[in-house]
Every structure is written in structure tokens, then in C-alpha cells.
């Protein structure tokens, strides 16, 4: 089984992220007008962060050198500045298990529902709210804010099926060298970080060839 996608009929696009991702909640507005000025068919793909860390040769953030813990906190900080947003750059619930609610993302697109504005909440709860987006509560409220029931999306998001959807995301990321949150794949293509989110407007717009890191 796989995620079904919005229903737009401009380009397809896939968007690999997690809910618990500061540079998707950096990037979330961003991304969200694009795809709204292009009317871009998006595939939300929820992954497994950690597996993905994993397989490619990434480390989770308390496990990395202090350095690069001290420059990831830098671009935090400047990104938040930049995009102008409210945010805390060491929350009270980071790290957290964020697999309750990507998969609530997931049986919501199941449902043929657009997730764009639950992603948005689960994220800010995250990093603006102090909110631990791992309480089933907390991700009940988000459904409820976006006007869903939230009883029946959660025992969705629950179930075996969508927790197969979950796996077989983070298996189709790694088959197209996804190293991190968020990335977006435009024909084959991964274009990581939401830094690079004008690079996936330019490849769109212009119609050039999907390029390859193949060596």
C-alpha cells in the first residue's frame, strides 16, 4: 500500500519529513506556498528519522561531536530570524517519539484529506508550544483544530496498514538516497533541506532534466 497524494493536477512531487523535524517546521510556510503557487500534487511521506540516520551514515543530534551540535544550533537560529518565526530552539519535548503522529499524517491522507495543515500544527506544537507531540492527547487536539475526528484518524493511525505505509516510506527514501528532513523528490531527484526549496521551484519551472549523483 502506498500514500495517495493530493488531488492537484500540477506537478507530482514527494515531501520526506517527519514531525518532529525543526528544519520542516522552519520551512513549512515556504514549502506551503509553493505548493500552492505552482499547485504542486504533493505525496507527504512521513519516515522513520532514525532509521534513515541509520542506513546513511547520519547521526542523531545528542550523539553528534559538540561542534556540529553548536552549528546546527547556529542555523536554527539564524533560519528562525530569517523566516521571522516564533520558535524555541531547544524545546522542553525534543528528542521525542515522533511515530504516532507521522502516522496520524498518514491516515489522514489515506482518508483522501490534505495533511498540509495538521503537519503545520503537530510542527509548531513542537517547536513553538512546548507541546510533546508523542501524548496522543496533543495530536487528538491538532485533529480536532483541523476539524477532524480525531477518535477515528488516531485508530487509523494505529493500525497495521498505515504502520506498513510508515516502513515502506522510509524504504522508498532510502532507495532515493533521502538523508534527512525535510527532502523533496521531483522526478527522481532529492532535493534536501528546506534551503533548497527555490532549487525544486527552478527545476519545475525550468523543465531541465532531473540530475543524478551518480559517480
Not at 513553538?128 to 477532524?148: K, Q
Not at 534527512?180 to 533541506?193: D, K, N, R, S
Amino acid at each position: 500500500m502506498i500514500a495517495m497524494s493530493s488531488a492537484k493536477t500540477g506537478p507530482k512531487i514527494e515531501y520526506y519529513f517527519t514531525a518532529i523535524s525543526p528544519f520542516a517546521y522552519l520551512g513549512h510556510a515556504v514549502f506551503m506556498e509553493m505548493v500552492q503557487r505552482l499547485d504542486l500534487d504533493v505525496t507527504y511521506r512521513p519516515v522513520q528519522l532514525g532509521k534513515i540516520f541509520g542506513e546513511s551514515g547520519g547521526v542523531p543530534v545528542p550523539q553528534r561531536h559538540p561542534a556540529r551540535i553548536r552549528n546546527r544550533m547556529l542555523e536554527l537560529l539564524r533560519w528562525k530570524d530569517h523566516r521571522g518565526l516564533e520558535m524555541n530552539v531547544q524545546p522542553k519535548f525534543f528528542p521525542t517519539n515522533p511515530v504516532l503522529a507521522d502516522c496520524t499524517i498518514i491516515a489522514l491522507q489515506q482518508e483522501g484529506k490534505d495533511p498540509s495543515a495538521l503537519i503545520g500544527k503537530l510542527l509548531r506544537k513542537v517547536w513553538a508550544e512546548e507541546a510533546d507531540i508523542a501524548e496522543r492527547s496533543v495530536i487528538a487536539a491538532c485533529l480536532s483544530e483541523c476539524g477532524e475526528d480525531a477518535d477515528a484518524i488516531l485508530a487509523t493511525a494505529e493500525s497495521g496498514a498505515v504502520a506498513a505505509i510508515y516502513e515502506a516510506n522510509t524504504q522508498r527514501g532510502l532507495e532515493l538516497d533521502i538523508i534527512g528532513a525535510p527532502c523533496v523528490v521531483y522526478q527522481g531527484e532529492a532535493f534536501w533541506g528546506q534551503d533548497k526549496f527555490g532549487f525544486v521551484e527552478e527545476a519545475i519551472t525550468s523543465c531541465r532534466p532531473a540530475y543524478t549523483g551518480a559517480v
